[in-house]
Structure formats: C-alpha cells, structure tokens
C-alpha cells in the first residue's frame, strides 16, 4: 500500500500559477510512475500529466505547454508546474502511482491520492 499526499492546491486568478506536489513517507517514489488527473463534479477523471520512471512526460493536449509534470528523487516528489491557468482548469487534482513504465488512463493506477483543490477564478 502507498499512501500519496497532494499539497499546492488553491485559488489563483486566471493566467496565474500554482505548483502541486506528490509525496509519500511510507515508500520510493522512484519505483513508480506517476500521473496526475483532475476531476469537476459531475463529470469523469481527466487524465492530465504522467511521468516514468525515467522521467519520460506525457501530456493532455489540454494542458499542453502549459503543465510541466517533474520528479525530484532526492526529495522523493513529484510536482506539477502549472502557468497559464485558465477557469476551466478549475477541479480536484489527484496524483496516482503505478507499477506499469507508462499509464495515461485511470484504470491502469493503482494508488490515489486525495486531491487537492485547485480554483481558477476570472
């Protein structure tokens, strides 16, 4: 079992930028790729950035150039940069970890964080 923490999560105005952070005490998270994914009410789990774990990145086309995902090992994190934050990028972000070398959808993590909120205000 890994218990993942998210923490970063605010409210910003649009166009600004918040920085979400993936941890965890209770194991490495270099053994594991990571994903971030987002979620509105009412509506399905949106994948948004992953990593492997050889730091290869994947990108919703949403979020493209805007999100940058990165991993410090050292400091067993995993963050999201995100610039450019628009209203529609309003939602709960979760990070998840799997054993897989890549996984883009939600079905393929097998650990979950809680989220964190993120608001993008006008």
């Known amino acids: 079992q890994v218990r993942l923490v998210e923490s970063g999560g605010g409210l910003v105005q649009a166009g600004g930028s918040l920085t979400l952070s993936c941890t965890t005490s209770?194991?490495?998270?270099?053994?594991?790729?990571i994903g971030w994914f987002r979620q509105t009410s009412g509506e399905e789990r949106e994948f948004v950035a992953a990593?492997?774990?050889?730091?290869?990145?994947y990108y919703a086309d949403s979020v493209k150039g805007r999100f940058t995902i990165s991993r410090d090992n050292t400091k067993n994190t995993v963050s999201l940069q995100m610039n450019g934050l628009k209203p529609e990028d309003t939602a709960v972000y979760s990070c998840?970890?799997?054993?897989?070398?890549?996984?883009?959808?939600?079905?393929?993590?097998?650990?979950w964080g809680q989220g964190t909120q993120v608001t993008v205000s006008l």
């Open positions: 209770e194991r490495t998270l270099s053994t594991y790729a």
């Open positions: 990593i492997t774990r050889r730091a290869n990145t």
């Open positions: 998840a970890a799997t054993g897989r070398i890549r996984a883009t959808t939600e079905k393929k993590y097998d650990y």
